[in-house]
């Protein structure tokens, strides 16, 4: 059950990311992603603020000084500051296709380090779901170039955003964490505004756009961080992959964009690929790897 509570929210957090990238898109139009990093690090704070104010808890509860939520917090603001670079230096696409890779690393992390059963059959078909992945995106060998690492970092940090939000302790709640999690975002968009200044224009269109922004962040980090906590990692991690699904969406009836047999043939294989981790029972048959101290599932 935990499972498969974890794996729905991590669809809702993928749904959620979706409208809001689609959203920040619209709204880079008129502004830096410096200044929107800003913007949307500060409204997402003040609402898990208020949401923490609300619930009687601390803002400052004393497990936040601690070292899994000095990585987390350390790991958001480098994946941050990292892919906003990435997208703007290199091909979305191919710092797109880079990012895909994120719930590999999470399931890798949480065998290495939590000690999480992964069956060899969990790991083929995350492994085709990433296929998948390359079949919607499709990088070509031309797009990639050194500017290409700062997706590569973007990916690790992700990563270890969410293997340390599974790490942290159970006292801090989801919106305590949120409160950091946004608050990061302010030194990522400062940073990214002092390497590329730039000047920005409100409008009411902005404003709307900023506004949803910050509404669909927070419910998508608020879903992801109980996913993470809820169902185990290799499980619900793959559920990443739906975000790819939802922007094909998006992106069709926002955007008009038309896409080919490939990319629809690679969303079946997400999908499927997503279905079948899901309904996969655990085996009580494992063994222990004497060199990593990993178990790993026969």
């Given at each position: 059950?935990?499972?498969?509570?974890?794996?729905?929210?991590?669809?809702?957090?993928?749904?959620?990311?979706?409208?809001?990238?689609?959203?920040?898109?619209?709204?880079?139009?008129?502004?830096?992603?410096?200044?929107?990093?800003?913007?949307?690090g500060l409204g997402g704070m003040s609402i898990f603020m208020m949401l923490t104010w609300r619930r009687g808890e601390d803002f400052v509860p004393?497990?936040?000084?601690?070292?899994?939520?000095?990585?987390?917090?350390?790991?958001?603001?480098?994946?941050?500051?990292?892919?906003?670079?990435?997208?703007?230096?290199?091909?979305?696409?191919?710092?797109?296709?880079?990012?895909?890779?994120?719930?590999?690393?999470?399931?890798?992390?949480?065998?290495?380090?939590?000690?999480?059963?992964?069956?060899?059959?969990?790991?083929?078909?995350?492994?085709?779901?990433?296929?998948?992945?390359?079949?919607?995106?499709?990088?070509?060998?031309?797009?990639?170039?050194?500017?290409?690492?700062?997706?590569?970092?973007?990916?690790?940090?992700?990563?270890?955003?969410?293997?340390?939000?599974?790490?942290?302790?159970?006292?801090?709640?989801?919106?305590?964490?949120?409160?950091?999690?946004?608050?990061?975002?302010?030194?990522?968009?400062?940073?990214?505004?002092?390497?590329?200044?730039?000047?920005?224009?409100?409008?009411?269109?902005?404003?709307?756009?900023?506004?949803?922004v910050i509404i669909f962040g927070v419910v998508a980090y608020n879903a992801l961080t109980i996913a993470m906590r809820k169902g185990a990692v290799?499980?619900?991690?793959?559920?990443?992959?739906?975000?790819?699904?939802?922007?094909?969406?998006?992106?069709?009836?926002?955007?008009?964009?038309?896409?080919?047999?490939?990319?629809?043939?690679?969303?079946?294989?997400?999908?499927?690929?997503?279905?079948?981790?899901?309904?996969?029972?655990?085996?009580?048959?494992?063994?222990?790897?004497?060199?990593?101290?990993?178990?790993?599932?026969?």
């Amino acid at each position: 059950m935990d499972n498969t509570r974890g794996s729905i929210f991590m669809i809702l957090a993928m749904a959620a990311f979706s409208v809001e990238d689609m959203l920040f898109k619209l709204a880079a139009n008129h502004a830096s992603i410096g200044i929107l990093l800003i913007m949307f690090g500060l409204g997402g704070m003040s609402i898990f603020m208020m949401l923490t104010w609300r619930r009687g808890e601390d803002f400052v509860p004393p497990a936040i000084f601690s070292l899994p939520i000095f990585i987390r917090v350390t790991c958001e603001i480098t994946a941050r500051l990292c892919f906003a670079l990435a997208i703007t230096l290199t091909p979305l696409s191919s710092a797109s296709a880079i990012l895909q890779a994120t719930p590999l690393v999470v399931v890798l992390g949480a065998a290495l380090i939590f000690g999480e059963v992964v069956s060899v059959k969990r790991w083929l078909a995350i492994g085709v779901g990433f296929i998948g992945v390359l079949m919607i995106v499709r990088p070509g060998l031309d797009s990639f170039n050194v500017a290409s690492l700062f997706a590569v970092v973007s990916t690790l940090g992700f990563a270890g955003r969410d293997l340390a939000t599974r790490a942290a302790s159970s006292s801090i709640s989801n919106v305590q964490l949120g409160i950091y999690g946004f608050l990061a975002l302010i030194p990522a968009g400062i940073l990214f505004e002092v390497y590329q200044p730039t000047s920005f224009h409100f409008s009411p269109e902005v404003t709307w756009f900023i506004l949803g922004v910050i509404i669909f962040g927070v419910v998508a980090y608020n879903a992801l961080t109980i996913a993470m906590r809820k169902g185990a990692v290799s499980v619900v991690t793959p559920f990443r992959y739906t975000r790819l699904l939802f922007a094909l969406v998006l992106g069709v009836f926002v955007f008009k964009e038309t896409p080919d047999v490939m990319t629809l043939l690679g969303a079946s294989v997400i999908v499927l690929s997503g279905i079948y981790i899901l309904t996969q029972k655990k085996d009580n048959t494992a063994m222990v790897s004497p060199s990593l101290g990993v178990n790993i599932k026969k």
